[in-house]
T-cell receptor
Framework: AQSVTQPDIHITVSEGASLELRCNYS??????LFWYVQSPGQGLQLLLK??????LVQGIKGFEAEFKRSQSSFNLRKPSVHWSDAAEYFC??????????FGTGTRLTIIP | DADVTQTPRNRITKTGKRIMLECSQT?????MYWYRQDPGLGLRLIYY???????NKGEISDGYSVSRQAQAKFSLSLESAIPNQTALYFC?????????????FGDGTRLSIL
């Protein structure tokens, strides 16, 4: 079955530290992949997307993600987090049926 | 003004009541979606519409209905609300034209059913 998995429910990092949020998908081909961020009380905002080409994609707010076909992964990274990055992060995929399938989300807490 | 506007932002109601959540957009997008978000479950698709005359069920449509009144308006109804429909509801829009089109979300409606 087609699915998106975010194995980490909650991650805590120190301000200024690096961040990696994991995302794996289950599909027989390469889906269209997205990362969204949800700040408290707000809707989801697109950080970046991948559908072909360079496997390292740059997004807004200093985020990047790397697509690895061999691992069916699309992990989100940031070299140095800021307190304002505290939010919930969702990985999503379009498996060719023109709908998005979302992971269950990873809540990011930043400590001073 | 927000591109995707949801009303109301918060609603508390009782079991058995009929509820309508409204969504309007100024982005000019053809496609509109309704999701619900529950803790630990992510977002799940309730209904989607690719144009005014095209309405489709998502993965969890039971207990819900929708109406696409115009390109810019897409409303979600709970005919007889039940407590397990307590959730955060999101409307989203996207352009027609490719699987890489991102969706644009409203700020959500927090619905509590007592």
């Amino acid at each position: 079955a087609q699915s998106v998995t975010q194995p980490d429910i909650h991650i805590t990092v120190s301000e200024g530290a690096s961040l990696e949020l994991r995302c794996n998908y289950s599909y027989g081909a390469t889906p269209y992949l997205f990362w969204y961020v949800q700040s408290p009380g707000q809707g989801l905002q697109l950080l970046l997307k991948y559908f072909s080409g360079d496997t390292l994609v740059q997004g807004i707010k200093g985020f990047e993600a790397e697509f690895k076909r061999s691992q069916s992964s699309f992990n989100l990274r940031k070299p140095s987090v800021h307190w304002s990055d505290a939010a919930e992060y969702f990985c999503a995929a379009n498996f060719g049926n023109e709908k998005l399938t979302f992971g269950t989300g990873t809540r990011l807490t930043i400590i001073p | 003004d927000a591109d995707v506007t949801q009303t109301p932002r918060n609603r508390i109601t009782k079991t058995g009541k009929r509820i309508m959540l409204e969504c309007s957009q100024t982005k000019g997008h053809d496609r509109m979606y309704w999701y619900r978000q529950d803790p630990g479950l992510g977002l799940r698709l309730i209904y989607y519409s690719f144009d005014v005359k095209d309405i489709n069920k998502g993965e969890i449509s039971d207990g819900y209905s929708v109406s696409r009144q115009a390109q810019a308006k897409f409303s979600l109804s709970l005919e007889s609300a039940i407590p397990n429909q307590t959730a955060l509801y999101f409307c989203a829009t996207s352009l027609t034209g490719g699987w890489d089109q991102p969706q644009h979300f409203g700020d959500g409606t927090r619905l509590s059913i007592l």
